[in-house]
């Protein structure tokens, strides 16, 4: 038998659902950063690089979807989503210095935000499950930070896509419209 999720068995504080509902959102962003970086990359360094990251993301997002039940998750999802896709596309298409400095920010400012929320977490000793795993989740984090760090190579990851070639600068359109 399928075991409960922890939204259908626990009354959580509001305030730990808002968190919640944020690490969701962001997870979700996180995801699609990859998405929209390896849509837009051939460049096999940052394409491993996205590969990796992109798995342990859906790991986080997997989990938060555990958790929060539907009714309790963004309604700006989609847009989190399209947000998260594009600025991914768009470093990748600025190159891979661009795309691994890009991940070094936003994994510094998800650093600070898991460290926050574990402190909102510490005196919850009957949550201690969900504190430790985002306490691993910050790890992770710290290790995509650093992993962009290790990076300081600068290619233009987008030539040679043909889904992305015709948005580099002196590239002509495609297609026709009208
Ligand atoms: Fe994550
Ligand atoms: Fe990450």
């Not at 938060?64 to 989190?80: C, V, Y």
């Not at 504190?131 to 190579?153: M, N, Q, V």
């Amino acid at each position: 038998m399928k075991r409960p999720a922890p939204y259908e068995t626990l009354t959580l504080d509001p305030r730990l659902v808002r968190a919640l509902r944020s690490d969701h959102a962001g997870e979700a962003g996180a995801v699609e950063i990859y998405r929209g970086m390896l849509a837009c990359t051939r460049n096999p360094q940052l394409r491993r690089f996205a590969e990796t990251h992109l798995r342990t993301e859906q790991q986080h997002l997997a989990f938060f979807d555990s958790w929060l039940s539907p009714a309790g998750r963004s309604h700006a999802l989609p847009l989190w989503r399209l947000a998260g896709w594009l600025l991914g596309a768009v470093s990748a298409l600025g190159g891979a210095r661009m795309a691994f400095q890009t991940v070094r920010a936003v994994e510094s400012f998800v650093d600070d935000h898991y460290a926050a929320q574990l402190q909102l977490l510490a005196p919850a000793t009957e949550l201690i499950v969900l504190a430790d795993t985002i306490a691993s989740f910050r790890e992770d984090e710290l290790e995509h930070r650093d992993d962009a760090a290790l990076y300081p190579g600068n290619f233009s990851a987008a030539q040679g896509h043909p889904d992305c070639e015709q948005f580099l600068p002196g590239s002509r359109p495609s297609r026709k419209f009208g």
